[in-house]
């Protein structure tokens, strides 16, 4: 991890620890599990820095992690949608696309962004 080498650093802000792991392939347990696990080391490095952990791609949803997330302290969680991975995209226009996004997309992330939840980016 690059963050012992940093970890003194003023201008280390965040460490992400996993990119998106892609579900069933890394289980959620296994997720949760690293997360701990790197979250422990970075706090042995650094404080101030936030832990920055992703949901599972194709997953059970984009809070499923917000439970085992909030556990940790300066932790955000990085809920971000892959279009790639759904197939309600399969034969849409362009414009389509773009109205899918502005129209569903804003509801989900008011989904995950109510009071009291962790973090997310």
Do not use: W
């Amino acid at each position: 991890m690059r963050v012992f080498r940093y970890a003194k650093s003023p201008s280390l802000y965040a460490v992400e620890l996993m990119n998106a792991r892609r579900a069933p392939g890394a289980s959620l347990d296994s997720v949760t599990k690293y997360y701990k696990a790197g979250d422990g080391a970075v706090r042995k490095h650094s404080s101030a820095a936030y832990v920055v952990m992703s949901n599972r791609l194709s997953s059970g949803g984009p809070r499923e992690l917000f439970p085992r997330g909030g556990g940790f302290s300066r932790s955000v969680i990085d809920v971000h949608y892959c279009n790639l991975f759904s197939d309600v995209f399969n034969g849409m226009r362009v414009q389509q696309n773009i109205d899918f996004i502005h129209t569903n997309r804003s509801a989900q992330l008011n989904y995950v962004t109510t009071a009291g939840l962790p973090k997310i980016c």
